[in-house]
């Protein structure tokens, strides 16, 4: 059975929990609190030295870390990856956008003000600014789809999931971009969250 360590705060480690609930795969699930510093011990450490989590331990041993990877690794000839080669790279190419122009923004934004407890007014301006791009471009990309690649649910709905079902926790308003809100629900009903 593969083990997976993660902190459920993390929405990072939350989609492997969602690919591998949606999936059926058997796992178990080590609790690791990132603000207890638990990311940081030695053993950790000798499994990530970046000291981040998620990371994924295979029955023979094998460790994989970074979020998108676990999950493409997971998702391997399941729904979850398009058969088709172009839309495979199209899911790529959200993966990547996820990590660069979504997450550190809207991700850290929400760290920030929950678990660091800011004020919205407090959030960095540039940061905040470049979050609230990434929630338009997002709400465009949803523009006559029900999802983001090849009109079925995939691993880059799960990417993206994660952490804008998330973004009021740091100060985003999704009021005003109802295609996500709906994406959003269809993803949840989905995964039975």
């Known amino acids: 059975m593969i083990t997976i360590y993660g902190d459920m705060i993390s929405g990072n480690c939350l989609k492997i929990k969602y690919t591998a609930d949606y999936l059926g795969l058997p796992y178990r ?7 207890k510093g638990q990311s940081r011990t030695d053993g950790f450490l000798a ?41 495979q790279a199209e899911v790529n190419q959200w993966l990547f956008w996820e990590q660069y122009s979504h997450e550190p923004y809207v991700a850290v934004c929400r760290f920030h003000m929950l678990y660091q407890g800011k004020p919205a007014h407090e959030r ?3 940061r905040v600014e470049r979050g609230e791009a990434a ?6 990309a ?14 880059a709905d799960i990417a993206l999931l994660a952490y804008t079902r998330l973004a009021a926790e740091g100060g985003f308003d999704l009021a005003k971009r109802p ?15």
């Open 29 to 35: 699930w080590e609790a690791v609190d990132i603000l």
């Open 47 to 87: 499994m990530n030295p970046s000291g981040q989590v998620p990371v994924l331990e295979l029955d023979d041993g094998r460790i994989l870390s970074q979020s998108n990877a676990i999950i493409s690794y997971l998702a391997q000839d399941s729904t979850l990856i398009p058969k088709d080669s172009f839309n």
């Open 124 to 126: 960095e301006a540039w």
């Open 135 to 140: 929630l338009n471009d997002l709400e465009h």
């Open 142 to 155: 949803l523009q006559n789809k029900n999802w983001l690649v090849a009109e079925q649910f995939s691993i």
């Open 179 to 193: 295609r996500t809100r709906q994406w959003i629900a269809r993803c949840e009903n989905l995964l039975k969250l």
